[in-house]
């Protein structure tokens, strides 16, 4: 994992904020998936979130089915 550069830092905090996310501090970088790029972020409050990134657009419609899951899981397990 690698701490972003500052251009790639910008592009990220803004997608973050168009999904509600207002991030801070340094971000960190999982270039080692063929379908997401993974970032490790905390926000204001203090929590962190792992950001998954599509590489690209088919990626995208994985995402449904696994909302559905983590919403059924939700309840059950801590992290969902």
């Avoid at 550069?5 to 997608?15: F, G, H, I, V």
């Avoid at 063929?34 to 490790?40: E, G, K, S, T, W």
């Amino acid at each position: 994992m690698t701490v972003v550069t500052t251009a790639d830092t910008s592009q990220l905090y803004a997608l973050a904020a168009r999904h509600g996310l207002k991030l801070h501090g340094p971000l960190t970088v999982n270039e080692l998936g063929l379908d997401y790029r993974i970032v490790i972020a905390t926000v204001d409050d203090g929590r962190r979130w792992v950001l998954r990134i599509p590489r690209r657009a088919e990626v995208s419609a994985k995402v449904e089915p696994e909302a559905r899951v983590l919403a059924m899981l939700k309840n059950r397990l801590p992290f969902a």
